[in-house]
């Protein structure tokens, strides 16, 4: 029953609704099983995302909504690089680079240090193109302050940078040469985020906007939803700290120190959305900065397989990206 005073209670509500969580934005074809995406756009319009498992699938769609097709491995042998998890690639990164599109992955097995972040490289991202270069020199073994996964790259006054990491200690960036392909000599890694009371943080994206650089993490448990689930809160969530260099000094939007603890959230478990991350952030020519991750549809089913990718706009108009 509507009368007037529901009526002004609906829009008394609706600041409240403002804040709320969006929703995944559509998504068609193949949408499951999409573990830490990355998005990229081609000149010629088509979208292609990679994600975990195998060795690296590529899926592609003429829109960030779909239809998504698969359409083969970005390294169909594995990788190069002589590490158990080398049939087993995680976490792939894509940058566009003087024509050539640079691939970082992972070599790494769950719950290990013994990890090493490799790349491949194509003129063009279809499948059957890509050459392995192996090893970007980012290497962990047990004892070192770090894990060397989660691999993404930024740009900043000229060099570039790779930040990664780590569940080990935090998130971690080393310089990277000026053709991509290898550590910069002479440059080893810095910590950017770490939080002591709870290190379980990976997946890095620093994305640029503004004056500031933004650092987006996932903190939290990611996986094996299916065979046991961390206290509530404790799953998956999508966090964030900036800086006006892509380098250091992140702090969060109370001024805490990203290296002390600080982060503020941009996307935790909401409706039917559970455990959100491995996300990347792209500026999408249609939408303007777009927020993608894997979540679990928590109608559908908690299993890694099951996870699926969204994507929704980011509104940074406050100075803080917001979904
Ligand atoms: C971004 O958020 C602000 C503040 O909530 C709002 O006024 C503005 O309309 C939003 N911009 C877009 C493009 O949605």
């Known amino acids: ?170 998130i971690h960036q080393v310089q990277m040469k000026s053709t991509p392909t290898g550590v910069q000599s002479g440059s080893s890694a810095v910590q950017v985020a770490f939080d002591p009371a709870d290190t379980a943080m990976e997946g890095p994206t620093v994305f640029k906007h503004g004056s500031y650089y933004y650092l987006f993490f996932s903190k939290g448990t990611c996986c094996g939803y299916d065979k046991s689930r961390p206290a509530a809160g404790k799953e998956y969530r999508i966090m964030v700290c900036r800086s006006t260099s892509a380098t250091g000094g992140f702090v969060d939007k109370n001024g805490k120190s990203c290296t002390s603890g600080g982060g503020t959230v941009v996307l935790p478990s909401h409706n039917w959305v559970y455990g959100p991350g491995g996300q990347g952030v792209y500026q999408d020519p249609t939408y303007g900065p777009v927020l993608y991750y894997h979540y679990v549809d928590t109608r559908v089913g908690f299993a890694d397989g099951q996870k699926r990718f969204g994507w929704n706009k980011l509104n940074f108009s406050s100075g803080w990206p917001v979904v």
């Open 1 to 170: 029953m509507v009368n007037i005073s529901s009526l002004f209670y609906f829009a008394a509500a609706l600041p409240g609704l403002v804040l709320g969580y969006a929703l995944p934005e559509a998504c068609s074809g193949t949408c499951t099983n999409s573990h830490d995406p990355a998005i990229i756009r081609r000149a010629d319009g088509t979208y292609f995302r990679f994600s975990t498992g195998g060795r690296i699938a590529i899926h592609t769609a003429p829109a960030l909504t779909g239809p998504w097709t698969y359409r083969g491995a970005v390294l169909p042998s594995g990788s190069s690089i002589a590490l158990a998890g080398n049939q087993d690639l995680w976490a792939p990164d894509i940058a566009y680079i003087n024509g050539i599109y640079y691939l970082y992955y992972s070599v790494s097995t769950f719950g290990s240090q013994d990890s090493a972040i490799g790349l491949a490289r194509s003129s063009s991202m279809d499948a059957g193109t890509w050459t392995d270069v192996g090893s970007v020199g980012v290497r962990s073994s047990p004892g070192k302050p770090y894990n060397a996964i989660d691999g993404n790259l930024i740009s900043f006054n000229g060099n570039y940078y790779l930040t990664f990491g780590s569940f080990w200690n935090g």
